[in-house]
């Protein structure tokens, strides 16, 4: 690609959460990347997310939004630190009121920026149309957007690839499944009935279920399915989280609700049947390079009723997520097993 001194020629990207929206971002890292071999690029992020951006020559600005940077006056500070890294453009891929204090910032001392546009209204408008809207952007598009605001010129990103990594689990010996039936939110969260059962119809099915989860409740049933079923393996406090993107790369499909575990999925190149309710896939937030047709839900005209599913049901029992049945999940996996799609 020809030289073109305009260009910045070390980018800050400033993504802090959310932990799903950040793995979107290394696909479009990606990209510019491939356009543009030789540009210092440093992402400003929590420190625990570092392993989404393995593989890619990056350098990191740690963020620690929970201590010194919670404050606006703390986001100032890091901008000072940032600008003698020689730091020449930002490019604000999160625009919220830290990160708009931090661009300010940057701004009024002769950095260029750019920052996302999310598409906020669309968004809002799109809730409780039954799903009769247009795709709304892809958000890793609208990742690329703002490099692109920045005068940098390149193609969409591809799908990822399947990565060399360790297996912090052993050898890998026969069809290993992967199953996330948990979210943040109870509208992004397959009812526990129907997650027994999933379990219950996809342990006989193959070598190794691998559940992820958090601690608490999800740790609970993640090891009471353990204690049933000799195949599956609970993997919290297990593995840390770069080994969890391990295990999850060397699994054969993973069944995952719209949450972080997509996402992850979708950076190593594994297979994904994705399960949603409040939430919709066409909003722009499905797994980068996951087919909507791996994507099931349900047609009720409340959906999507959030766009990230934090709104509370307004019939109180979640039923678009009833509605989609683990016999119709263990059907679409075999189907993408069959089809070895990512």
Request: charged share 20%.
């Amino acid at each position: 690609m020809a030289k073109n001194n305009g260009l910045p020629r070390h980018l800050l990207v400033m993504r802090t959460s959310a932990m799903g929206d950040v793995a979107m971002l290394p696909h479009a890292l990606r990209a510019l990347r491939a356009a543009y071999p030789g540009l210092q690029i440093t992402v400003a992020t929590p420190a625990m997310f570092r392993p989404f951006f393995r593989g890619l020559d990056v350098g990191f600005v740690d963020v620690r939004t929970r201590d010194e940077h919670h404050t606006l006056r703390g986001m100032w500070r890091l901008a000072a630190e940032v600008r003698r890294l020689g730091v020449d453009a930002v490019a604000d891929v999160h625009d919220v009121l830290r990160s708009k204090a931090f661009r300010l910032s940057m701004r009024l001392h002769g950095v260029r920026v750019a920052s996302i546009r999310k598409g906020r209204l669309a968004k809002y408008r799109a809730q409780g149309t039954g799903g009769g809207f247009a795709p709304l952007r892809h958000s890793v598009l609208r990742y690329c957007d703002v490099f692109r605001r920045l005068g940098f010129v390149f193609p969409d990103p591809s799908p990822a690839v399947k990565p060399v990594c360790d297996n912090p689990m052993g050898e890998k010996r026969g069809l290993w499944l992967g199953f996330a039936p948990f979210s943040a939110h109870a509208g992004k969260t397959w009812p526990e009935a129907h997650a027994r059962r999933l379990v219950e119809l996809l342990a006989p099915r193959c070598d190794r279920l691998f559940i992820h989860s958090g601690g608490g409740r999800e740790q609970v049933f993640a090891e009471e399915m353990a204690a049933r079923y000799p195949q599956v393996t609970a993997l919290f406090g297990r593995v840390r989280f770069a080994g969890e993107l391990e295990v999850i790369a060397h699994e054969d499909c993973l069944v995952s609700m719209d949450s972080l575990a997509m996402h992850m999925a979708a950076l190593v190149a594994t297979p994904v049947v994705s399960i949603w309710g409040a939430t919709h896939p066409a909003l722009g937030f499905l797994g980068w390079g996951s087919p909507l047709s791996q994507a099931l839900q349900a047609s009720m005209p409340c959906r999507p009723c959030s766009a990230f599913g934090a709104r509370p049901c307004c019939y109180g029992d979640y039923r678009c997520l009833e509605a989609v049945r683990p016999e119709q999940v263990v059907a679409k996996v075999e189907e993408v097993l069959a089809k070895g799609t990512i």
